[in-house]
């Protein structure tokens, strides 16, 4: 999103956007909460749309954001509630495909302006993929702006009809406590003895262990610097099918890389990391 004033003009009421969260996971949820600190600050009226374990959880109204609790996408209740959320907002932005799709049904007729990030691409097999296209293929198209987390999600945007699809990192800053006085973080040196990673250099990568995430190329460059002096560690968070297989090649290998399952203090974990 681009920058926005802090000051509407005389008379007229502030700018007001609504952020859209589908599940509620960790990156899109901290990536949201980062976005509306951001925007409240410059004066923007905030709701976010989530459910509500995801504010339990991340604290939107902690920065001044509004919250409106909606169902996930399974429920049929998510797009009415949608639909009343965005009533009068002056941009709507939706993170995920399914929330995206969900946005797109509840702003039917409206001209209300839409931008989609995809944090992710969905993968599924089947049917399901067959129906996950289509997905993508209305939500490209009904975007005003598609914005992709990496140049393979942008080219397929543009592939499926976004009128304008672009790059835009994900920023994921740890939020700095309220007791936590200024200069440098706390946190990191106790999250890195933690883990294990004092003196040495601290690779992140948080997301379910699926096959599609490459984490076998990232094993693979974990042997590869084995010979290095410090030895940098690999700490991957995060749960799923391949956790067996993964945990046996690092012990086979003698990898220097953690598994640490799901972690609930990923902002911590990517404030402590020098790469993630």
């Not at 941009?91 to 929330?99: D, I, M, N, T, Y």
């Not at 702006?145 to 999600?153: E, I, K, P, W």
């Amino acid at each position: 999103m681009s920058p926005v004033s802090s000051t509407a003009p005389h008379g007229q009421s502030p700018l007001r956007t609504v952020q859209v969260l589908g599940g509620g996971n960790a990156g899109s949820s901290a990536h949201v909460r980062s976005l509306a600190a951001g925007l409240v600050a410059r004066g923007v009226r905030v709701t976010v749309c989530a459910p509500a374990e995801a504010d339990r959880a991340y604290d939107f109204t902690g920065v001044g954001a509004d919250h409106v609790h909606v169902p996930r996408s399974s429920d049929p209740a998510s797009v009415a509630a949608l639909r009343a959320a965005c009533t009068d907002a002056d941009l709507v932005h939706a993170h995920g495909l399914h929330a995206s799709f969900r946005t797109v049904l509840a702003l039917g007729g409206r001209h209300t302006p839409l931008v989609v990030t995809w944090h992710d691409r969905v993968q599924a097999e089947g049917a399901r993929a067959h129906l996950v296209r289509l997905l993508e293929r209305r939500v490209a198209r009904a975007a005003a702006v598609v914005l992709g987390t990496s140049s393979d999600l942008v080219d397929l945007a543009r592939r499926i009809g976004a009128r304008d699809a672009r790059l835009a990192g994900v920023s994921l800053p740890r939020p700095r406590r309220a007791a936590e006085p200024a200069g440098p973080d706390p946190v990191r040196p106790k999250v890195r003895a933690e883990l294990g990673a004092l003196g040495r250099p601290l690779l992140v990568a948080i997301g379910s262990l699926d096959r599609h995430r490459g984490y076998d190329v990232l094993l693979d460059a974990a042997r590869a610097w084995r010979g290095l002096d410090p030895l940098p560690l690999l700490v991957i968070a995060g749960e799923g099918p391949l956790r067996g297989e993964l945990t046996r090649r690092i012990e086979d290998e003698e990898l220097p890389v953690r598994l640490i399952g799901r972690s609930e203090d990923t902002d911590e974990l990517l404030g402590a990391a020098d790469i993630a």
